[in-house]
């Protein structure tokens, strides 16, 4: 298998999948392409067509099959690993998980775009407004349930490590990046995704890259703007 992502230090929708496929031990080649100079930068978008119809990353490339966002390739992961527990085994669980990370999927744009994933940044903690104070209630809240109803067997939210947690590891970091306070539960759950040591090679790996995404070096909101590159893949 092919994984093509972008930038380490920027691309949050990267990080999930090769997350998931790092922590299960599942071989795959990674294929880096960088981001162009802008996000719509022509260039970029053609050679990432080449594995992916939409022009986005993450995209899984399996042989003669191309799968594309992230959810579609954790499910596709599932399907060819039955073996692994990419998904909780316990049936309730793993409904929660789905609908957490469809929710992550589909949601949270405020804190997303007010708080770009830069792995090499450290803000001073400041109002973000209510949208994103919204947005990290609604996830700590997530992480609060899953870890009390689930989370017995491990320090991640469903004890093991499993999809979900990959889908929300570019939100602890996001919290660390902004200097955003959360409550002892939820700061516990970020320590565990840092100390993985599958976030612990991609993170090294980011910090080494030469690649900067201008956009993304601001600490200010951007609510408005549309950020192609954490569109969702």
Known sequence: ?????????????????????????????EVLIPFGPTFDDPDWKAKVKVHNPAGKVPALVDGETQVWESLSIMEYIADTHPELAIWPRDRAARAFARN???EMHAGFSALRNACPMNLGKRHAPKDRGPKVAADVAR?????????????????????????????YAPVATRLRSYSISVDPVSEAYCDAIYAHPAFVSWRKAALA???????????????????????KA
């Open 139 to 167: 996830v700590t809240a997530i992480w609060n349930e899953a870890r009390a109803s689930w989370g017995s067997g491990g320090p991640f939210l469903f004890g093991a490590f499993t999809a979900a947690d990959a889908m």
């Open 209 to 231: 890259e030469p690649w900067i995404v201008p956009e993304d070096e601001a600490d200010e909101p951007v609510l408005e703007n549309y950020r192609p590159h954490l569109a």
């Open 1 to 29: 298998m092919r994984l093509i992502i972008a930038n380490k230090l920027h691309s949050s929708w990267s990080l999930r999948p090769w997350l998931l496929l790092s922590a299960f031990n599942i071989p795959f080649e």
């Open 100 to 102: 957490i990370s469809s």
